[in-house]
């Protein structure tokens, strides 16, 4: 049995075999009746399909009238589809701006921190209002109540200071990127979709 | 004129259809549903047997690729897009009906088709017979037989129309075969070999 052709009959019947396995079916088809037999039951059941008529439809004319009235004016799709195109090619755009502006304010901020460290911003701190100067942070109490001194102290001041200003800064701007690659990935899988011949939203 | 050349200038004329219809015009669109109106409801209703429903599921999927026609391109065979989504149709179309067709699938018994070996089919008992069989496969092997039986596609055009790998159309293609021999019984096939003998 194992040297049947079973499998390939089908391809074989229906033409998509070619080169060495089409040669392989035809030799053993020569020689085997059970594998013979087999295809032309294939070959009786296509004619036993054959067997079923199609009703008569409408006339085409008659038909393509009738889907003519119910298709919708072309402009509004057209118009919704660039609105969603316009929006989706928005959307890193937007994720971008957002990046250079989060960038930028951080940028500034450091910018005004270390200007107003060495008193050139003395007039503008108090217009600038309190803020992270007067902040209470938790390694300085620490400290004051002698809980922690020394290197101990300093390391819970940097880890603070990390946890505070560079991990909000840090963290937002991994989420800026995983959106835009999830974008790119999403722009991706459609442009592959319609490569394989698109559809069906609907 | 031969067949290529004409061939040829069918499928110029459809691209400049597609393009006309594109850019809005429905005159051009008709046109390409003239063209291919037959064959859209011919699958439909083989994937359904209800012609009603074929005509119903055939509009839809006119409007649907109406409505999506910018997302289809040249290069590809515009009757394997259209049989996609006639296919997509058909089914949502079945779903809401809730696959209760007149004259289908009810009082359907097709284990054992024949009461005995004497047993002689008309035509029309028969063509019932393959009618239900055919409607009685799973919905996915109904659809590649359909395209192959009937609409005399070949593998690589029934895995493009249907967005599936090549090996998936041959192996639901030998299923849905060896079901339908199943169910129909070897004496319905050797009753037809001996009618055309």
Partial sequence: MSNHVTEWLNAYFDGELTGKRLHQVEDHLAECEACQAELDSLQGLSELLQEVPVPEFTAAERFAAQVNLRIPHKRVVISRKRIFEVGWWMIPVGLLALWIFIGTAFALGDILAAAGNLGLLSGISEWLGSGPANAIYLSTTIGQMGLLSGNGLNWAEAAETFTRISLPQFILQVSIAVLYLCWIAIWWARHTHQGHGQLLEG | MDSLTAARMTAIDETELVHRAKNGERNAFSELVCIHAQGVRNV???????????EDAAQETFIQAWLHLSSYRPQTSLRNWLYRIAFNAATDMLRKEQRILPNALEDLQLSDPLPGPEAVFSQEERTTLVKKAILSLPDACRAVLVLRE????????????LDIPLGTVM?????????????LGRKLLIQMEVDHV
């Fill in chain 2, 44 to 54: 439909i209703y083989r994937m359904c047997g209800d012609a009603q429903i074929a």
């Fill in chain 2, 150 to 161: 009937y609409e005399e596609m070949s593998y690589h055009e029934i895995a493009e129309a």
């Fill in chain 2, 171 to 183: 192996s639901r293609l030998n299923y849905a075969r060896k079901l339908l021999k199943e169910r």
